[in-house]
């Protein structure tokens, strides 16, 4: 629970609030931009103004039930309730946003594709119960799609609740992913099925392997993202963990495919008019990295 001691001075007077325990993880402000800010500070969120209306409560409590580290606090029970029935979130083309975000993943997102040929989790959510049960109730979970090391959260959990596959590139697991039923290998991308495709992008982490979805929705892990500040596509040297070099040329192999919609672990969704302008905002990209390789 958030704590009202730690409420942050920046918070706008009111009961909803966000304590000094953020992570600065952007679901909040994602989730409910006009309630939530960043900081001058850049380091965490906080309470720009209180909501207003329903649908501004019902969004700052869904901010609530996603933060990985209970960092916001004060909104009503009723509210919370229908957050919590509100997750998965459904986005467009079959995939649902899961909210439930875990601290083990440092607040990132996760998602769910629902397909006639079986349900597809992409990175791990927190196992939170109202989770678990509405996924059942979703046609539960065949595989899960770990983009890499650092978004695995609570993987086993889900292993053990729906008998998934999971994935994950060989070079990205660790003592606990040893037991990861599929091990991608290489640096090319491999068929998962008729519409889904691997696409290994290291960079970030030597493993970080991307998933295509129908040529149309691209879940990049933390390859690539949508910037916060303007609308255009990003990356950062400074969450690289692996190489740059290696990333910025993964970032241009990724030209070779197509899709309109970015979806990351860390960072904005980003969706263009199309494929060709997608393609022009990605070119624009590795421009970008190729001009500052180091």
């Known amino acids: 629970m958030a704590r009202l001691a730690d409420r942050l001075p920046e918070n706008a007077p009111g009961e909803l609030f966000v304590d000094s325990s953020c992570i600065d993880c952007d679901l909040c402000r ?5 309630i939530f800010a960043r900081s001058d500070s850049g380091d965490r969120s906080f309470v720009s103004r209180q909501p207003q209306t329903d649908d501004e409560r019902l969004r700052a409590a869904m901010a ?17 309730d229908a957050a919590v029935r509100s997750f998965p979130e459904p986005l467009g083309s079959d995939v649902w946003f899961c909210g439930f975000a875990s601290a083990d993943s440092y607040g990132a997102s996760s998602y769910l594709v629902r397909r006639e040929r079986g349900n597809v989790l992409v990175d791990s959510p927190r196992a939170a119960k109202p989770l678990l049960a509405r996924l059942v109730e979703l046609g539960g979970v065949r595989t899960m799609f770990l983009s890499h090391a650092d978004d695995v959260a609570d993987h086993r959990v889900f292993r053990e609740r729906f008998g998934c596959d999971r994935v994950l590139h060989r070079a990205d697991v660790r003592s606990d992913t040893a037991g990861v039923e599929r091990q991608l290998e290489g640096g090319d991308p491999i068929r998962l099925d008729e519409d889904l495709l691997a696409i290994p992008v290291p960079g970030h ?20 993202w949508g910037s916060e500040s303007d609308d255009r596509l990003s990356a950062s040297r400074g969450v690289c963990w692996y190489s740059w070099r290696e990333q910025t040329e993964s970032m241009a192999r990724l030209l070779e495919h197509r899709f309109e919609w970015v979806l990351p672990g860390h960072g904005r969704p980003y969706r263009a008019r199309s494929a060709r302008a997608m393609r022009a905002e990605l070119e624009s990209l590795v421009a970008r990295m190729r001009a500052h390789p180091s």
């Not at 994602?30 to 006009?34: E, R, W």
């Not at 982490?205 to 933390?222: I, K």
Request: with cysteine; charged share 20%; proline share 5%.
């Open 30 to 34: 994602q989730l409910a931009p006009g």
């Open 205 to 224: 982490t030597r493993g970080n392997t991307a998933l295509l979805y129908r040529d149309e929705v691209l879940f990049s892990g933390d390859h690539l």
């Open 64 to 80: 609530l039930v996603a933060c990985p580290t209970t960092s916001i606090g004060g909104a009503r029970k009723a509210d919370v």
